[in-house]
């Protein structure tokens, strides 16, 4: 959303944060981003251990989800990198989407979040042998199916309107992602028994059921000890 | 005076002020131009009206509205494919199991939507007439012959997409209604509703994109800067319509970077993010065709 004041100001040498905080004017009117100041007003704890998110409320659910999106891209962007041998043209084409998108999942939290954002987190993914499919398509669909349970778990914490509807915008990508990589190890398990229940409902998990498998691929361990986790 | 504080002050006296208003983003967007063409003096006075616009417009449905919305939405997605299932040589033998779990998924969604209703002293809705054709009744609408074994892939799979991703986007758009019904229940149940809520709307997303797979169409929407519709049925270009925004939060994300550090495609941009229909937008686009009126 751009006016023709943003436009007439904007120009290119105007930094990527203040642009966007600027942008976020219209953030703010919405509800999106509750303030308009440019003081940073979500000091993020940084242990030894790691990182939390911080006090309990839409900033800290925000940066959960850019934990994940930031885990989720750093995984595409090393397969695209370092394809399984043998990899079809169409998997290639299609797991080179799924890292776009995770891309722009992350950009977008990073850029909405401008000063309080948690900083990037390095990945650990040695467990994870790139070079077969069946090990990466099945991190894939643990990564993606972790992603959905994430949002639809997380949902009910979030305070603002918009951001409720911007996770769900997300979460819906994801459970696309996801039924296409179980459909890709397995035909038609897209909406299996592991991830839906018998009332045709997909599976939730809470901030600390999915902060402790995240943090099993991050060496930047992320807590949310306002959240009942605090990392091993 | 800092106009962009205004929201902020305003909550202290009304705390569900960005509730009520966030219904009528549209006209909230408005303030930022405004702010630049009319004097500041001028601004609050506007703003005010624009106050008691929102909120007499914004009614926001009840709990169980929102749910016998969703029972009516599920009743026409099960309705479809229990028809489809027992239609003669239609669904190939390959992809009868494939079909099938989808089956399963709604036909649960209409026992659970009737149980929770059910549960919190509601009434819930009877099933809609229906046409699948999309003729209101007349059997005889454009998507005639969709049971008919040989259209599977030409008809039936196709009105199948539109109804999962309308579905996707139909539950989306209730997110914040229900947050706005947050404060009228108990806390357990304002979470059992929503998580309940975006459950279903992420397995409709998983069926949408098994669909798509089947078709041949890429899992997820991607939409032109000009068409949200990417399936190539024009009759549901209502149904697409929207997909191809690309702001979110404020944000046009075709800026943000990609991963070689360039601006993001437009196809990309609208694939990442599924966009909300409201529900006067949803019933627009079935009652009267596959809904019968």
């Known amino acids: 959303m751009k006016t023709e004041s943003q436009e007439s100001i904007s120009g290119a040498n105007i930094a990527r944060r203040s642009f966007l905080r600027y942008a976020g004017v219209g953030i703010a009117a919405a509800g999106l981003l ?46 695209v990198l370092t394809p399984y041998s043998g990899i079809p043209a169409n998997e290639l084409a299609l797991l080179t989407s799924i890292r776009d998108h995770e891309i722009l999942h992350r950009e977008f939290f990073k850029a909405a979040l401008g000063a309080n954002a948690i900083p990037a987190l390095t990945v650990d993914f040695s467990s994870i042998n790139f070079k077969d499919r069946a ?8 990564f993606e199916d972790t992603g959905v349970t994430a949002y639809d778990g997380a949902g009910y914490l979030i305070g603002g309107g918009a951001y409720l509807t911007l996770a769900g915008k997300i979460v819906s990508v994801e459970a696309r992602h996801a039924a296409l990589i179980s459909n890709l190890l397995v035909r038609g398990s897209f909406a299996a028994s592991d991830q839906v229940d018998a009332n045709g409902l997909n599976k939730s998990a809470s901030i600390a059921e999915v902060l402790k498998i995240a943090n099993t691929y991050l060496k930047t361990k992320v807590s949310a000890s306002n959240y009942n986790y605090v990392a091993a | 005076m800092n106009l962009f504080n205004i929201v902020e002050e305003i909550e202290k006296i009304d705390p569900d002020f960005s509730d009520k208003v966030n219904p009528r983003r ?92 059910k549960s919190v002293g509601g009434t819930p809705a009877t099933a ?60 357990d149940l304002y979470k059992t509703v929503l998580t309940s809520a975006l459950s279903i709307h992420a397995v409709e997303a998983r069926h949408a994109s098994a669909i798509r797979s089947l078709l041949g169409v890429t899992p997820w929407i991607t939409s032109t800067a000009s068409k949200g519709n990417d399936t190539g049925v024009s009759l549901v270009d209502g149904n697409y319509d929207g997909e191809q925004n690309v702001t979110q939060g404020g944000v046009d994300v075709t800026t943000l970077k990609n991963a070689s550090g360039g601006s993001t495609s ?28």
Do not use: W
């Open chain 1, 135 to 142: 090990a990466t398509l099945g991190a894939a669909k643990a």
């Open chain 2, 128 to 187: 809609p007439t229906v046409d699948f054709t999309a003729g209101n009744g007349s059997g005889n609408g454009p998507f005639k012959g969709l049971f008919t074994a040989g259209n599977y892939t030409s008809l039936f799979l196709k009105v199948a997409l539109a109804f999962e991703d309308t579905g996707v986007r139909a539950y989306k758009g209730q997110a914040e209604n229900i947050l706005g019904n947050k404060s009228k229940v108990t806390a």
């Open chain 2, 266 to 293: 437009v196809a990309v941009a609208t694939a990442s993010f599924d966009e909300p229909l409201s529900m006067s937008q949803v019933l627009a686009l079935l009652v009267g065709s596959f809904i019968v009126k």
């Open chain 1, 34 to 79: 509750a303030t308009a100041s440019c003081t940073k007003d979500h000091p993020i704890i940084t242990t030894n251990k790691g990182i939390d998110i911080g006090a309990t409320g839409d900033l800290a659910i925000l940066n959960y989800a850019y934990a994940l999106e930031q885990l989720e891209a750093a995984f595409y962007t090393q397969v």
């Open chain 2, 26 to 117: 549209a006209a909230i967007k408005n303030i930022t131009s405004f702010g630049s063409k009319v004097a500041m003096a001028a601004v609050p006075f506007a703003f005010g009206t624009m106050i008691k616009r929102a909120v007499a417009q914004t009614a926001v449905p009840s709990v169980v509205d929102i749910l016998n919305y969703a029972l009516t939405l599920e009743y026409l997605e099960s309705g479809f494919y229990n028809a489809g299932v027992a239609a003669p040589g239609l669904i190939p033998a390959a992809d009868l199991a494939y079909i099938k779990d989808i089956q399963d998924d709604e036909n649960n969604h209409v026992t659970f939507l009737t149980n929770v209703i």
